[in-house]
């Protein structure tokens, strides 16, 4: 069994008393990017993996959930557990179909197989292109799955980093599903907003009706979360962006947690100061509400509405 000693060295454990958020989300908020790790002793991690995280089990997932005032949770498969979607699945199946999930996937799965993750609760698969986190997968692979799950309507979310999308974009424009882009494809916040790489990005959303995360300040800040003249805010060289990304892509924008915040040495983000981060980047009740509610039931729970 690892524990949170042996994890890998220098990465920092998941905050266990976040704070109480002062924004109130408002009803049926979906916290659309999360992960379970483990725990280890019932869901072992890969064997291939790049990192150990700590365990961050549903248990401590739904106790958040419930803290924050978050209603439903989109949970992704977590590298640490490779195409093992065990502890992924078992999280969804318990939530009382308040979670659904995104898978990761082979080639060589069956139909049976994916009608099974369907059937569970899975939505959509993940291609992860961030090499230090994972080996790239050969294109032809990637192709192979879009075209399988295609027909089960599900989509492929994608996380890259800034500087590679110009090598990406190609391919990425005859996937046959959605896309959904995690961390706003991880843009350089030292750079300008309006600035040719952010620019590019944006076409790219928009020129291929692709759906993107504005989550991750944390990931993403040089400024990091210190209060500003005494004030509850934090990440500002983030706003702009995720500004941005809400005004010019407000149907198909979502946010998650990214809880329990893996691969991060710097700091452990506060979990109720990025709830307190919402309304810097949407600004007004129907941003919000289209954010956190509409979009991501339109998504993943299309039945419901």
């Known amino acids: 069994m690892t524990t949170v000693a042996q994890k890998t060295p220098g990465w920092l454990d998941w905050d266990p008393a976040p704070s109480a958020p002062a924004f109130r989300l408002p009803a049926g908020a979906v916290d659309a990017h999360c992960h379970v790790f483990g725990p280890q002793a019932e869901f072992p991690f890969a064997p291939e993996r790049k990192y150990t995280p700590c365990d961050g ?6 106790a958040l959930r419930d803290h924050l005032g978050v209603t439903r949770n989109v949970i992704v498969q977590a590298t640490c557990h490779g195409s093992d979607n065990s502890a992924m699945l078992d999280a969804v199946r318990a939530s009382d179909g308040r979670a659904r999930g995104v898978a990761t996937v082979r080639p060589a799965i069956t139909d049976a197989e994916l009608h099974s993750l369907h059937e569970a609760g899975v939505r959509g698969v993940r291609f992860n292109f961030v090499k230090r986190l994972v080996d790239a997968a050969p294109v032809e692979d990637l192709r192979t799955i879009a075209r399988r799950i295609a027909p089960l309507g599900w989509h492929v979310v994608v996380y890259f980093e800034a500087a590679d999308l110009p090598g990406l974009e190609g391919f990425l424009g005859t996937v046959p599903t959605p896309l959904v882009v995690d961390h706003m494809g991880r843009p350089d916040v030292t750079r300008s907003v309006d600035g040719p790489e952010f620019a590019r990005f944006l076409r790219f959303t928009d020129r291929h009706d692709v759906w993107v995360k504005v989550s991750c300040p944390e990931r993403l ?10 004030r509850r805010r ?3 060289d983030v706003v702009p962006f995720a500004r941005r990304v809400v005004e010019e892509c407000g149907d198909r924008v979502l946010w998650g947690t990214d809880w329990p915040h893996p691969n991060l040495t710097d700091h452990m983000p506060d979990d109720g100061l990025l709830v307190d981060h919402l309304p810097r980047i949407a600004e007004t009740a129907d941003r919000q509400w289209r954010l956190l509610v509409d979009n991501p039931m339109r998504l993943y729970w299309p039945e419901e509405l």
Do not use: I, M, R
């Open 57 to 62: 089990g549903k248990d401590q997932l739904f």
């Open 221 to 230: 800040s040089v400024t990091g979360p210190a209060a500003v003249d005494g």
């Open 234 to 236: 934090a990440y500002d």
